[in-house]
Nanobody, 119 residues
Framework: HVQLVESGGGSVQAGGSLRLSCAVS????????MGWFRQAPGKERERVAV??????FYAASVKGRFTISRNAAKNMMTLQMNSLQPEDTATYYC???????????????WGQGTQVTVS
């Protein structure tokens, strides 16, 4: 049973940076697709970035600004967010699934979410 706990959200001015972390427990997550989704008020949950067996995908809106990484030794996944813009404001969720997909539905484990606010 995979458990995910996010941390690192907060408020920042446009152009600033934040680093989100996702602590993974309960399983060897090296065989899972791991990723970050976000959901803004009134909008659908959207995929931000995922990593799976060395392959990384970024949404077009964050490519070049965000970097996803995973540290198997520490059971940790991070999302470094640079050049943040007001449109990045959302609740960010860590997710794990058997395979990567743009839809949140196939992901079987979710963190509680962490708020990112850019003004």
């Amino acid at each position: 049973h995979v458990q995910l706990v996010e941390s690192g959200g907060g408020s920042v001015q446009a152009g600033g940076s934040l680093r989100l972390s996702c602590a993974v427990s309960g399983t060897d997550y090296s065989n899972y697709c791991m990723g970050w989704f976000r959901q803004a008020p009134g909008k659908e949950r959207e995929r931000v970035a995922v990593v799976y067996t060395g392959t990384i995908f970024y949404a077009a809106s964050v490519k070049g600004r965000f970097t996803i990484s995973r540290n198997a030794a520490k059971n940790m996944m991070t999302l470094q967010m640079n050049s943040l813009q007001p449109e990045d404001t959302a609740t960010y969720y860590c997710a794990a699934g058997d395979f990567c997909h743009s839809s949140p539905s196939p992901y079987s484990a979710w963190g509680q979410g962490t708020q990112v606010t850019v003004s």
